[in-house]
């Protein structure tokens, strides 16, 4: 620690406050005059800085609440679901009872304590405890110590700070726009090909291309968190189509089961219900043979015809715009919502009644699909790089090497 430098605890520098909800049943609580936050929209501000809160409460909601008025320039931060969320109010604010505020004394400046917290937010999390979700308690967060210097210096590092990540957060926003428009150009052209009626193309049923077979409802007291045969499920399909390593989250099955549902290398599924949005009707190509398993709410496509069309063609048609919504619309179910291959198997597409031409298609998507795959990896890895750029510059400030 560079000299002139103390070391204290954040409750010898802050007065930590807790929050709390009026009664939501109680209209007089609510509406009123007074910003009132959660760390549920903590979550969707991209700057520091908030005045004006989705909700507010009343005089008598506060007076009849644990929820108290922090003062401009408190630091709030998220203590459970999750831990993490950091703002600073530039007006009165109340909480509810997922943040504590954070009231700095004349030692800190406000600023400085607001990236002291970003930069320790992993710490954080590992003080929180709880059964059903992390919460970090109030004892636990004034005893964490914060390096203090003379508040010249502190308002200097800050300087330094607001440049540097003025700038980093311009990069970033440039770097996500140009991974949004990588995706898009694709999804375009994707769903452009899927929207022709000319020569050569045909209306036909799914049911008349392929059928679709449902998985095997592995028994859970045989997952295991290692093993020889992967469980596939919802969690390895993307979104926007394609297979995903869920890594150290994947399940493996080490009972025993019809070998018929151990699936080979260039196997096309699809994601028949909805566990996050967007999912339904999502296909994949297996990526190896006789490593996973075909689970149940995943529909297996097998050809109908000798001359079969190819999977890589049929996983681009799954995949359009227009073959996605008529799944989504044959989904049914209140808490998640699924499908069936009968379903499926009535919804019409249009294809090229020729195989050559079929194969064509699947070759020019695949090209173009890992044009965009490589782009959107460099621009991934740049969003990644510049995250530890601001951790490195927050750890530089707060050992004293700015």
């Not at 939501?24 to 005059?33: I, K, P, R």
């Not at 004006?52 to 005089?59: A, K, L």
């Not at 644990?66 to 909480?95: D, E, F, K, Q």
Request: hydrophobic share 35%; aromatic share 10%.
């Amino acid at each position: 620690m560079r000299e002139g430098w103390k070391e204290k605890t954040i409750g010898e520098v802050c007065d930590v406050v807790n929050g709390g909800t009026p009664k939501t049943g109680v209209s007089g609580y609510w509406g009123g005059s007074y910003q009132w936050i959660t760390p549920a929209e903590m979550g969707k501000r991209v700057t520091p800085y908030i005045q004006q809160t989705e909700r507010t409460i009343t005089s008598e909601g506060l007076r009849n609440s644990s929820a108290r008025l922090l003062p401009p320039h408190s630091v709030i931060l998220s203590s459970r679901a999750p831990i993490g969320y950091l703002v600073i109010n530039t007006a009165p604010m109340a909480t509810n009872q997922g943040c504590k505020g954070l009231v700095p004394n004349k030692e800190i400046d406000h600023k400085f304590l607001f990236y002291y917290l970003e930069s320790i937010v992993k710490l954080l999390n590992e003080l929180g405890s709880g059964a059903t979700f992390k919460e970090l308690s109030s004892g636990k967060l004034k005893e964490i110590p914060i390096p203090i210097a003379p508040l010249p210096e502190q308002r200097r590092i800050v300087a330094i700070l607001d440049e540097a990540f003025e700038g980093i957060a311009t990069a970033k926003a440039n770097a996500e726009k140009n991974l949004q428009n990588g995706h898009e150009v694709f999804e375009s052209h994707l769903n452009a090909v899927f929207s022709q009626r000319g020569e050569g193309w045909v209306e036909k049923r799914i049911d008349e291309i392929c059928s679709i077979k449902h998985g095997f409802a592995f028994k859970g007291h045989f997952f295991s968190n290692n093993g020889e045969y992967a469980l596939l499920t919802p969690g390895n399909f993307y979104e926007s189509g394609g297979y995903r390593d869920r890594g150290e989250r994947q399940k493996y099955y080490i009972g025993d089961f019809p070998r018929e549902y151990l699936l080979k290398k260039g196997d096309l599924l699809l994601a028949m219900t909805e566990q996050a949005a967007g999912l339904l009707g999502s296909p994949i190509l297996i990526p190896d043979s006789d490593r996973f398993l075909h689970n149940q709410r995943l529909g297996l496509v097998e050809h109908r015809t000798v001359e079969k069309f190819s999977n890589e063609f049929l996983f681009y048609l799954f995949n359009s715009k227009p073959v996605r919504m008529k799944i989504n619309v044959s989904a049914s179910g209140v808490k998640v919502r699924h499908t069936s291959p009968k379903k499926i198997g009535i919804i019409q597409v249009c294809v090229p009644d020729s195989i050559a031409v079929q194969r064509r298609i699947a070759d020019t998507l695949y090209k173009l699909h890992q044009e965009t795959q490589h782009l959107e990896s460099l621009y991934q890895q740049k969003l990644t790089a510049l995250d530890e750029l601001k951790q490195s510059l927050l750890h530089q400030a707060f050992n004293g090497d700015l």
